[in-house]
């Protein structure tokens, strides 16, 4: 039997065959049982789409010296699609994540679009293998984009948390002890951040931090020093 894979080209679906006496002929038949009744050709058969084939031969000399016809099967199939499959697995798996969070609905409907577009060719029996790896380069090109925009959302969500967090301090000359466990607050939620997170900050913001945990250390070394020195004129006394 002859094993081919589709083109999206008419192929020969054998190879010619030699007769010892007369002319190979060819015809295709709806099966391997009965031998078809058209019209008889001298020149090999081909076919294009994916699929079963009977192609059926034999040797002719004339009308009284005919050999008995014979069957053989070819297969076209379809061009190899599990990475295709695959991609798509994986993307479905990934649109799956974030597909019910409102943040996410803009990339969630492109990603969508694309899972389709990679659908209709997994299904395409008769699509060529260049088709193929498109579609492969296009499903993950598609992910990959999906990613990066969620984790540029997030990212700048989580550097706005930290920035609002900073804004919510006190200028450097208003800032007193009390002010402590807010700067403390901010300080960690920046430290925490990712260095992408951390790109998204302003420097000016990360400057008030700076200048408010000065103010704050000044506040508390002011404090400190106003306590030792009541406590000695107590002393003193």
């Not at 993307?91 to 694309?114: G, P």
């Not at 706005?160 to 208003?174: E, Q, R, T």
């Amino acid at each position: 039997a002859n094993e081919l894979t589709y083109t999206g080209e008419e192929q020969a679906l054998t190879t010619a065959g030699e007769a010892k006496a007369g002319t190979m002929q060819y015809q295709i038949g709806e099966d391997d049982k009965t031998a078809p009744t058209g019209e008889w050709s001298n020149s090999v058969p081909t076919g294009k789409e994916s699929g079963t084939y009977y192609v059926w031969y034999r040797a002719y000399v004339n009308d009284n010296n005919v050999s008995e016809a014979v069957p053989v099967k070819v297969t076209i199939a379809s061009v190899d699609k599990a990475k295709l499959k695959k991609a798509i697995e994986e993307a479905e798996t990934y649109y799956n994540n974030i597909k019910d969070k409102a943040d996410y609905k803009e990339q969630a409907k492109a990603l969508s679009d694309a899972i389709s577009k990679a659908e209709k060719i997994a299904s395409d029996n008769n699509v060529k293998a260049d088709e193929v790896g498109k579609g492969i380069t296009a499903i993950n090109k598609a992910k990959d984009d999906a990613q990066a925009a969620v984790k540029n959302i997030d990212d700048t969500a989580a550097a706005k948390k930290v920035i609002d967090a900073i804004n919510a301090l006190p200028a450097s000359d208003k800032v007193a002890t009390t002010d402590k466990a807010a700067i403390e607050a901010a300080r960690k939620a920046f430290d925490v951040l990712t260095a992408d997170q951390k790109n998204k900050e302003p420097a000016d913001e990360l400057k008030k931090l700076e200048d408010a945990e000065k103010a704050l250390a000044d506040a508390e070394a002011a404090d400190k020093a106003a306590k030792e020195l009541e406590a000695a004129k107590e002393e003193a006394q």
